[in-house]
Each structure stands twice: as C-alpha cells, then as structure tokens.
Nanobody, 121 residues
Framework: QVQLVESGGGLVQAGGSLRLSCAASGNIFRINTMGWYRQAPGKQRELVATITDSGSPMYEPSVKDRFTIFRDNAKNTVYLQMNSLKPEDTAVYYC???????????????WGQGTLITVSS
C-alpha cells in the first residue's frame, strides 16, 4: 500500500507563485513516473506535468515556461513549482504516481487527495 500526501495549496494573486509537494509513503517497491493533474470547476481532469524516474519532464503547453516539475527520489517526493500564476490555473491539483507491484512488476497508479489552488485576478 502506497499513499501520496500533498501540501502547498492555497490562495494567491495573479502573477504570484506557489510550490506543491507530494510525498509517497507506505510499502514502496518502486515508483516510475510521477506527475500532477488538475481539475477546474466544471471541467475534466487534465494533465499538467509528468516526470520520469530518470528526471525527464513533460508539460501541458499552457504551463510550459511557467511551471517546473522536479523530484527527489531519496525522499520519494515530487514537486511542482508554479510561477506567474493566472486565474485560469485555479483548480484542484492532484498528485499521481505510477508504482510497480512486487513480483508481477505490473503498473499501479496511486493518487493524492488533491489540494486547492485559487488564483485571484
């Protein structure tokens, strides 16, 4: 059993910055890709950024050059540094990790419970 605990959400003004953290704990065998998704009011959940276990990042085009995803494998933690925030970034942000199940080596996705980011205009 692996769980993800998120922190860092809150209320900021447009143009401000926040850093989200997501720490994995529990019976960890291996974690591959980690990432962040978000769900704005009335919209579907969408991918924001992912990072592989070797550190290769990918971003949704609207956040590229504003957000940075990075991870500390020794701490089993992934971060999302958000700069130049816009009102349209307002959403609940969910952490995600693709874990490897022992013996079978199958993928198993784990989700955090979400943290609310509100960006005022």
């Amino acid at each position: 059993q692996v769980q993800l605990v998120e922190s860092g959400g809150g209320l900021v003004q447009a143009g401000g910055s926040l850093r989200l953290s997501c720490a994995a704990s529990g019976n960890i065998f291996r974690i591959n890709t980690m990432g962040w998704y978000r769900q704005a009011p009335g919209k579907q959940r969408e991918l924001v950024a992912t990072i592989t276990d070797s550190g290769s990042p990918m971003y949704e085009p609207s956040v590229k050059d504003r957000f940075t995803i990075f991870r500390d494998n020794a701490k089993n933690t992934v971060y999302l540094q958000m700069n130049s925030l816009k009102p349209e970034d307002t959403a609940v942000y969910y952490c995600n990790a693709v874990t490897i199940v022992p013996v079978t080596y199958r993928n198993f996705e784990v989700w955090g419970q979400g943290t609310l980011i509100t960006v005022s205009s």
